[in-house]
């Protein structure tokens, strides 16, 4: 059995994986998991964004990797450090559930769906593609990025497992 390098990722956390290293997150509700790929190199970066924007942040130093209009920016000074080149890189992204249901759906309840607006916007502004995403729905998802091939494997109690 071939033994394969894991880089776990927690909650509002990021990293990159090189060598055809596994990068892995659990626990994604709300939350999503941004996966870039750089085919060339073989450079994959994975960060776990908990909320849409740092604006929002009420500590004055806080934790960049939380927010995706902070974590975008320094898992893309990441990649590049290993590597990767922005105009190859492709993203995936996965989760931004809306895990409880609210009366009223007020725009601040809308947690899931605004961080996924808020990674599209930001992966827009730095011109990179969004080639697949499972996102939506109301229920958990954990995903692994292999940095060999940029395959994407999105597990979930309910739905199994796919492949993006």
């Known amino acids: 059995m071939i033994q394969q390098n894991l880089i776990k990722i927690g909650m509002a956390d990021l990293n990159v994986a090189t060598d055809g290293a596994m990068i892995k997150t659990t626990g994604l509700g709300s939350c999503v998991g941004v996966t870039l790929f750089d085919p060339k190199v073989k450079v994959a970066g994975m960060a776990h964004v908990m909320l849409p924007l740092s604006s929002i942040a009420r500590e004055s130093t806080f934790n960049i990797a939380k927010y995706a209009d902070t974590a975008l920016p320094e898992l893309l000074r990441r990649l590049a450090a290993a590597g990767a080149r922005r105009e190859r890189l492709i993203a995936k992204l996965a989760g931004g559930a809306q895990m409880f249901a609210f009366s009223g759906q007020s725009d ?3 947690i899931g769906p605004r961080n996924v607006e808020a990674c599209k916007m930001m992966l827009s ?3 990179i593609p969004v080639m697949g995403e499972d996102t939506g729905g109301n229920y958990g998802r954990t995903i692994e990025l292999d940095s060999s091939t940029g395959v994407l494997v ?7 497992v796919k492949e993006l």
């Open 154 to 160: 999105i597990k979930s109690v309910q739905y199994g």
């Open 125 to 127: 502004q730095y011109s």
């Open 108 to 110: 601040t309840m809308r």
